[in-house]
């Protein structure tokens, strides 16, 4: 039912311009099937729906997006549509919802982390507006850190900032360590944490004095997580 519904609203849009009322009940459809996993065919008009309510100001279907990614299992067009709301320009419109809903529950951090992970939304939001949304909150600090990607030679400038702002033993910085060891490769552990031990290193570079003694310890302990790991390999390689 929800397939041909999209499907008639979206060719109502391509016609005359709609009244109050119509567009109310539209809008109201985008909500009511935000969390329908919809087949490919009907993906996209629900998608195209969703962008040109965002367009004709209808700030109401990013609300129903962001309660859509907090949706459990939420559908895949929820990412589609976040990906059209970032291509037409509305990055820190979506933001500004998505924020809000972390402010009113810190464990909406779970949801949007996945969604930021799946979307080119991190790539396309800066840091500023981020930060600016954290002030000196350390709890939103903390929900934000879990943003970040601490696992190239360049540290996330996210990650840079809030250690910046925050401190090398703080909260922030705390989540954004345990990123950094999470996400051995399918290469090894030993290798993963040798190569966490040459980012952190060159991130210890930093002329930032608090991001560069995080980075510092960082890189020691991955170096003996690496030792350890490759003592352990050996171990196993004489018992077996």
């Known amino acids: 039912m929800a397939r041909p519904a999209v499907g008639l609203a979206e060719r109502r849009l391509e016609g005359p311009p709609l009244n109050a ?3 109310e009940v539209l809008v109201r459809l985008v909500d009511r099937t935000r969390s329908v996993h919809l087949l490919a065919t009907g993906e996209r008009p629900w998608v195209d729906l969703v962008v040109a309510l965002a367009a004709g100001g209808r700030r109401e279907v990013l609300g129903s997006i962001a309660n859509g990614v907090g949706d459990i299992g939420y559908s895949h067009q929820v990412e589609r549509a976040i990906e059209g709301l970032l291509r037409t320009g509305h990055v820190d419109e979506l933001w500004d919802v998505l924020a809000a809903k972390l402010a009113e529950d810190p464990a909406f951090a779970i949801p949007l982390e996945h969604v930021m992970s799946q979307t080119s939304f991190r790539e396309r939001l800066s840091v500023d507006r981020i930060m ?6 350390l709890g939103r600090g903390a929900s934000v850190a879990r943003l970040t990607s601490p696992d190239a030679r360049t540290l996330d400038p996210l990650a840079h900032a ?11 910085a705390r989540a954004i360590t345990a ?10 552990s030993a290798r993963f944490y040798e190569r966490q031990a040459e980012n952190a290193a060159e991130w210890a570079r930093s002329s930032q004095g608090e991001v560069a003694r995080w980075a510092s ?8 997580r690496a030792e350890a790991e490759r003592e352990e390999d050996e171990l196993m390689q004489q018992i077996g």
Do not use: C, K, M, N
């Not at 600016?132 to 909150?137: I, L, P, Q, S």
């Not at 809030?162 to 922030?172: N, V």
């Open 21 to 23: 009322s119509l567009t």
């Open 132 to 137: 600016a949304w954290v002030g000196r909150d």
């Open 162 to 172: 809030l250690i910046e702002l925050f401190g090398a033993d703080s909260w922030p």
């Open 179 to 188: 990123r950094s060891g999470s996400t051995p490769g399918i290469d090894g």
């Open 217 to 224: 310890r960082l890189a020691a302990q991955f170096r003996e």
